[in-house]
């Protein structure tokens, strides 16, 4: 390299370090200490010597944040440390249980804790490989979420490099993006004047901007980023305590709630709790309550998590928005597992931010309870996510024309029969297994990505379907025909032809899969993997009993009882017969080591493949024991390219990386 451009390269160097200086002081710290003026002329500086020598552009540079092209959708990117929910505390007792519960746990232990607000945003993961932001991540459904590293990029608050060189080789930094209230309301006014739909709150703000495929929409939002959990790091010694963590995160220039603090009692914490009750309206952001963690990481290891959340962590949430409004009418839904449930058609109101038309009354004994009925006045509450419900009814503004909330005597979509399964049960449900209702939930349940993955199979074609009588259980779409579904509306040969194959090669899923889209209630994916892997098929599921199932770690006695109940069920037995004689698979494959040759290797794909779509070669990689990545770095052992390969191209060949063809990527697979 010549002198000169030895010096040009310097030059480019010391801009992006000022200009990341500079985005700290004013997006993290809120403490500037130039003017716009001048931050504009170091970044104008800066641009023009890359655009004169793109041979030192860097993707960590401040001017790569924001992008002019469009995304082509968002691939999807598997976190490295499944990023779990928390558990919801309401009151002070419930924080005590949560407490007691952990003690047990870990007996004669002294525990510290952490707490912080709770921000009312989209969670969202943040991968750093030796200082640079490599992947930004949705939470999704906890185990893999939509890439959306260009969006991301955009917040200035997040740094593209971390500030200094102590931090791991590798890091998952868990956080909340947000919108500030006065943010989100100047957006409204924006998209009002536009005639554009106005977002509900805040964090549905947040949540529809990081979904645009647009990168310079995405940066005009102004969305803003807190720290709040860790995931995955190496080297795994690196951190003893959450609270030692958040101060490393302050130091590499990522922003850290202010509200965090550490605690040796739970008193002090809930103390701290009530302190903010009377200041979270002055925030500038939307918080709804605030989030409690084990400091010890070592603590939170040995305490773990149960299915869905860790059992180190909970969320004392704040009292909810309320507002008063009437009771216009009540309907009743019917779920996939046939409960029927009352829902109150409502005089709109606005309530924390969001009009609510529609509140739910969970069952008829929360009915009885409330004493509501059909033209009451109510008190309703909405709680972050939770869907609204009726608190109280005020009595005293009755006026006598109200009219009682009585239990259906038909179901409201088949007719059939209501009644309760047992006496001390709270739900109605209509026993009727070829109502309608429940088998067109069912039936997308069944064949949703994640259960059985049967493409082409949505809402219209099932309803469709069912209306013609062509389908009264789930087995059914095993035996249609390419003729049937020339019968239904919209369908042509290759359509019907496409669908009739997808539903063919479902047939090869995993008994895990199948369990999941069977809807066996209280069974998530990860309960139904555990249960496929522990006997392997379904012969000797019908087999086992309450005790059998709950001897199983990670199945408690209410997944027990739910599983035994449903296999006992002479109808589901003669289902699932019938799924037999349809060909179907209903086993769990072994995962020998020789079964697995992409053990340890991490893909990257770019182009078009032939052979497959992105999704399937990233899933055939994965089941395989590899893992498919969605960004290019040099921990990548191959690089598959396909027809019209893009940037993810040339990176790998700057790199020096394995690039494969698609037929070299076959071998592999051993096609």
Not at 69 to 79: C, D, N, S, W
Not at 119 to 140: H, Q
């Amino acid at each position: 390299m010549t002198e000169f451009l030895e010096k040009i390269k310097q030059e480019i160097e010391k801009l992006r370090e000022e200009i990341r200086y500079h985005d700290y002081r004013y997006y993290v710290l809120n403490d500037p200490v130039i003017s716009d003026a001048e931050y504009d002329r170091l970044f104008k500086r800066l641009k023009e010597l890359e655009e004169k020598y793109p041979q030192f552009i860097t993707p960590d540079s401040p001017t790569q944040r924001i992008f002019g092209q469009l995304l082509e959708g968002f691939p999807t990117v598997t976190h490295r440390e499944k990023m779990l929910s928390l558990d919801n505390t309401y009151n002070e007792e419930e924080v005590w249980e949560w407490y007691e519960r952990i003690k047990r746990f870990l007996p004669d232990q002294e525990f510290e804790f952490v707490a912080d607000l709770k921000i009312d945003g989209v969670s969202c993961c943040l991968t750093y490989e030796n200082g640079v932001l490599t992947i930004g991540a949705t939470r999704g459904d906890g185990e893999r979420g939509e890439d959306i590293t260009p969006n991301i990029k955009t917040i200035r608050s997040i740094p593209l490099r971390l500030m200094g060189k102590d931090f791991p080789v590798i890091i998952e930094i868990r956080g909340e993006v947000y919108m500030e209230k006065k943010d989100f309301e100047e957006l409204n006014k924006e998209r009002k004047l536009k005639g554009e739909n106005l977002f509900a709150n805040p964090r549905n703000a947040a949540a529809g901007s990081l979904k645009l495929l647009d990168p310079q929409l995405v940066a005009q939002r102004r969305l803003k980023f807190f720290v709040h959990s860790l995931g995955y790091f190496e080297p795994p010694d690196f951190f003893k305590t959450h609270y030692e963590f958040l101060e490393k995160a302050k130091s590499w220039g990522l922003p850290v709630n202010p509200s965090a603090k550490l605690f040796k009692r739970l008193e002090d914490v809930i103390a701290y709790y009530k302190e903010w009750l009377n200041k979270k309206d002055n925030l500038p952001y939307e918080a709804d309550g605030m989030v409690i963690k084990v400091n010890s990481l070592i603590q939170q290891k040995k305490l773990g998590a149960t299915l869905k959340s860790p059992r180190w962590s909970v969320a004392f949430k704040f009292p909810a928005h309320r507002a008063t409004t009437k009771i216009r009418n009540v309907v009743f839904q019917v779920g996939r597992t046939g409960i029927i449930t009352p829902v109150a058609e409502l005089e709109p109101v606005e309530c924390g931010g969001v009009t609510i038309s529609r509140a739910t009354l969970h069952n008829f004994d929360e009915i009885k309870r409330l004493d509501a009925r059909i033209g009451d006045t109510v008190l309703v509450e909405r709680a972050g996510e939770v869907i609204p419900k009726i608190v109280k009814v005020i009595k005293d503004l009755r006026t006598g024309s109200e009219v009682p909330i009585e239990v259906p005597q038909k179901c409201p979509v088949c007719g059939g029969e209501v009644a309760k399964e047992k006496v001390e049960d709270v739900a109605f449900r209509c026993v009727n297994p070829l109502c309608p209702a429940q088998l067109e939930k069912s039936l997308l349940h069944f064949a949703s990505r994640n259960a059985m993955d049967i493409e082409g199979l949505g809402e219209s074609v099932v309803k469709e379907l069912i209306r013609k009588g062509l389908v009264k259980d789930l087995a059914d779409i095993y035996y249609l025909k390419v003729e049937d579904f020339l019968r239904l509306p919209l369908f042509a040969l290759k359509k019907a032809q496409n669908l009739y194959k997808a539903i063919q090669d479902s047939k090869s899923r995993p008994l895990s899969r199948f369990l999941y889209g069977l809807g066996i209630r209280y069974v998530g994916e990860k309960a139904a993997y555990t249960l496929a892997k522990r006997f392997k098929n379904i012969d000797r599921l019908f087999e086992q009993d309450i005790f059998s199932l709950q001897s199983i770690p990670e199945i408690g006695p209410i997944i027990a009882e739910s599983v035994v109940k449903f296999f006992r069920q002479p109808q589901v037995k003669e289902l699932i017969e019938k799924f037999k004689k349809a060909g179907l698979n209903l086993v769990e494959p072994e995962e020998k080591p020789e079964s697995l040759p992409l053990k340890g290797k991490t893909f990257v794909f770019t182009g078009e493949l032939e052979s497959f779509t992105r999704s399937q070669a990233q899933e055939l990689v994965r089941k395989l024991g590899g893992q498919a990545l969605s960004s290019v770095s040099r921990r990548v052992d191959f690089v598959v390219v396909g027809k019209n390969p893009g940037s993810k191209y040339q990176k790998a060949l700057s790199l020096g990386l394995k690039i494969i063809n698609e037929e070299e990527f076959k071998k592999l697979l051993g096609l």
